[in-house]
Structure formats: structure tokens, C-alpha cells
């Protein structure tokens, strides 16, 4: 499809009333490379439209962020200002709508050191995190992407930059749901109500475990929350009441497991992207709940650094189900953003949990969520393990096994 103002326009339209759903008098905080500037302003107008209060930019560049990373050494970069702080702070007090715009060229920091990667992210996390833990349930926010050219060479290397970023545009219009033709917020509501129907029938079931089979070497069970609930693609912000679709594209029903029961081995079905360099062709054994061993083709030491990032991380914090139909599924590249990527397949992810899905979760401290079974920890990685013949049986407390999964769509 052709990218039109049109085209661009009705996907600003859509981030800001499905994806965000801003609401009269919020402040939104907008947050986009600045090669994007164009398509913030287009965006931002639409936040004005729809009744902002006042739209706020974070301008970002993949080009600062590696110079900071070759050229800063890590006590500075680790350390929160101040300012920083105080910004954190204010959005507590604020609860700004929050869009993210994701753009980033997936090698952007490609060749920094790890352990530098690692120790600037925990640092900081360490002092924002309780800021991010303050706002949880509290505000509107999504992510979308928007088509850089480094990021559409990295998918589509043999192809010229003009018909990269073409296919990636095409990509990610088709997963978005928008055709030129019919209108894309009425799509995203009968997407968004499909998959509230699942999540509802998940939610019936009272499952105990779910058993994880593929030909693969996929032989897992994991213990989910008695009370917890499988939710996916909408959301709503308890505060105001204002539903909004946290991912675009969203193809996912999940849950957070009960952290520390899961017992087998997972292998994965697609290459993950961490800290901008991939972990192919892995396997994770787990015993009582915690990563034990883990086994890659490529990318062993980055798994074993990422499996040790803290106590927690070696631990599940999410079960998602997503059908092999996925449109994200059938572009059939790897898109290097997990935006994307985990909207594929079935996966899981290590580290922190989301205590939301808990009754009356974002009441609860971490530590409250954390003794009801939710995982926490700096890192929540997703990874790939639908395959085309997997199959996921939902068991009761009394043993009844329900089908849940067969050849690695919905049974
Ligand atoms: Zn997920």
C-alpha cells in the first residue's frame, strides 16, 4: 500500500483513539525518534483533537544512545539525575496518557559490552522502577511502531532501503488492521472483542496447570494463579474508567503464572532479540519454577547473563496464547522488536509478572504481589515456543483436561 498522508494520518487517528483512547484534559507524554518528527507532529494533533490537555515530547535518537553508550562510562550512565527523578515524579502525580513510538534500529547498540548494557539498566531501573510501579493501572499508554529504514534493512537486508521500508510498511499496516478501505478503529473493536471472548472462556475454565507438547522437545507444565486472570489486547485505566489497547499490533492472551511452579523443558520457535543481539535456536529447562539449564545454537552467554539478570529473573512472569493465524505470524520475517515478535506465537516470558491481573492487583505493593505468586524482577523477556503442532491442554485441581490448543492454534 501506498503511504499517503491519508494513510499516515488515519494510523496517527488510530494510535490516538483506539491504541491511547486520550481523554478530554489529559496530559499525554509522547515519546518518538526524532527522524519520526513529521509523524509526531500528525500525532500529536490527533492527541490535541481528541481532547489532550497538553501533548509533551521525548525526543529520542538510536545515534545519542550508542555515543552515550561507547563514549559514557557507566557510573554516569547508570546514574538518575536529579531532574530525572523529579520528572518520574511528576508523572505520578500527572498519570499522562503515554504513547510510544517504536522505531529503533534493532543493531542501534550492537557491540556495546553487555555487562555495560546490563549494569546501566539495573542501575537505573533500581531508582525509576518504583515511579513505574506508582503510575501501573493508573494511566492510558501504548506502543506502536513506525518504520525507520535501518530497522526495515535489518528485516529486509537484500532489498533496497526505498523497498524495505516499503515491506515493512506493508507489515505493519496489515497487522494494525489498516486496508485504505474499511475503517481501522471498527476493525480493532471486533479483533479486540475476539479476543475478549477467549480470554473470557480462559477465565471459566479455572485451569490449575497448562501442559505444553510439541515435537520440537516442548514438554512443559506450569501452575497458573488460582484467581488470576487471563486478559488480552484492551485494557482499562481503573482511575478513569477509559479503556485502551496497550500494544499495536495485539494478538495475545496472557496471564502471569504462579512464579516458582513450572516444571519441563521450552524450546524456542524463533529467534529472540535482547539488548540488540539474538539468542537463536534455545532451549530452557525449568525445575521448581526456575530456570535450572539452558542450551542456544547462538547466544549462549547472552542468555545465561539475561537467566542471571537478578534472583527473579530466572522465573516466569507470563503465559501468553496466540494462535498461529496471526497476522504478525503470517508476514513471516522476524520483525526484531518484541512489539511484534511476541505477537507471533504462543510464549513466555521471564522476569517480572504483571500484578494487575490479579483481583484488585494494582492495589497491591510489589511485595503483596510478589507473596500471591507474581513474579518481579528488572527484566521481562518474552520468548517464542508456538509451533505449528503444539498443543496446550488446560487441566482442572479435579485432573479434567481440557483441549486448549491443537496444531498450534485454538482447539
Ligand atoms: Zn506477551
New binding site residues.
Given amino acids: 500500500m501506498k503511504i499517503t498522508q491519508e494513510i499516515l494520518r488515519s494510523y496517527a487517528r488510530l494510535i490516538a483513539r483506539s491504541g491511547a483512547n486520550v481523554q478530554q484534559g489529559q496530559v499525554v507524554q509522547l515519546s518518538i525518534a526524532v527522524d519520526q518528527a513529521p509523524f509526531a507532529v500528525m500525532l500529536a494533533e490527533e492527541c490535541y483533537k481528541a481532547g489532550a490537555k497538553k501533548v509533551n515530547v521525548e525526543w529520542q535518537s538510536d545515534g545519542i544512545s550508542r555515543l552515550h553508550f561507547q563514549y559514557a562510562d557507566q557510573e554516569t550512565l547508570g546514574t538518575v539525575l536529579p531532574w530525572e527523578e523529579a520528572k518520574a515524579k511528576q508523572m505520578v502525580e500527572d498519570l499522562p496518557c503515554r504513547i510510544f513510538i517504536a522505531s529503533e534500529d534493532p543493531d542501534a547498540l550492537a557491540g556495546i559490552s553487555p555487562d555495560k548494557l546490563s549494569y546501566v539498566g539495573r542501575s537505573r531501573a533500581r531508582v525509576l522502577k518504583p515511579y513505574r510501579n506508582a503510575i501501573d493501572g493508573k494511566h492510558q499508554w501504548t506502543i506502536a511502531a513506525y518504520p525507520s529504514e535501518k530497522w526495515a534493512k535489518k528485516c529486509f537486508p537484500e532489498d533496497d532501503a526505498e523497498t524495505a521500508v516499503q515491506k515493512l510498511w506493508d507489515a505493519v499496516l496489515k497487522t494494525v488492521r489498516i486496508d485504505g478501505e474499511h475503517d481501522p478503529v471498527a476493525a480493532w473493536q471486533a479483533h479486540s472483542d475476539f479476543i475478549s471472548a477467549k480470554a473470557a472462556w480462559l477465565n471459566k475454565q479455572q485451569f490449575r496447570y497448562l501442559r505444553y507438547r510439541s515435537e520440537n522437545g516442548t514438554d512443559f507444565r506450569v501452575e497458573l494463579i488460582p484467581d488470576a486472570r487471563w486478559e488480552g489486547a484492551g485494557a482499562v485505566n481503573k482511575r478513569n474508567g477509559a479503556s485502551y489497547i496497550p500494544n499495536m499490533p495485539t494478538e ?1 492472551i ?1 496471564t502471569s503464572p504462579l512464579a516458582g511452579s513450572c516444571e519441563g523443558t521450552l524450546v524456542s520457535t524463533k529467534p529472540l532479540s535482547w539488548n540488540s543481539q539474538l539468542i537463536e535456536d534455545f532451549s530452557i529447562t525449568f525445575a521448581d519454577g526456575k530456570a535450572v539449564s539452558c542450551k542456544a545454537e547462538k547466544g549462549q552467554e547472552l542468555l545465561e547473563k539475561m537467566i542471571a539478570m537478578d534472583e527473579n529473573a530466572c522465573m516466569l512472569g ?1 503465559v ?1 496464547l496466540v494462535p498461529k493465524e496471526s497476522p504478525v505470524n503470517q508476514c513471516g520475517f522476524l520483525f526484531y522488536e518484541t512489539l511484534f515478535d ?2 507471533a506465537c504462543c ?1 513466555v ?1 521471564l522476569g517480572a509478572g504483571f500484578k494487575e491481573v490479579l483481583p484488585n492487583g494494582d492495589n497491591l505493593s510489589t511485595e503483596e504481589a510478589k507473596a500471591r505468586g507474581i513474579n518481579d524482577s528488572i527484566i521481562h523477556v ?1 520468548f517464542m515456543v508456538g509451533s505449528d503442532d503444539l498443543a496446550i491442554d488446560g487441566v482442572r485441581a479435579d485432573g479434567t483436561t481440557v483441549p486448549v490448543f491443537r496444531s498450534g492454534t485454538w482447539a
Fill in positions: 495475545e496472557f507470563e501468553a511476541e505477537n510464549h516470558a518474552d
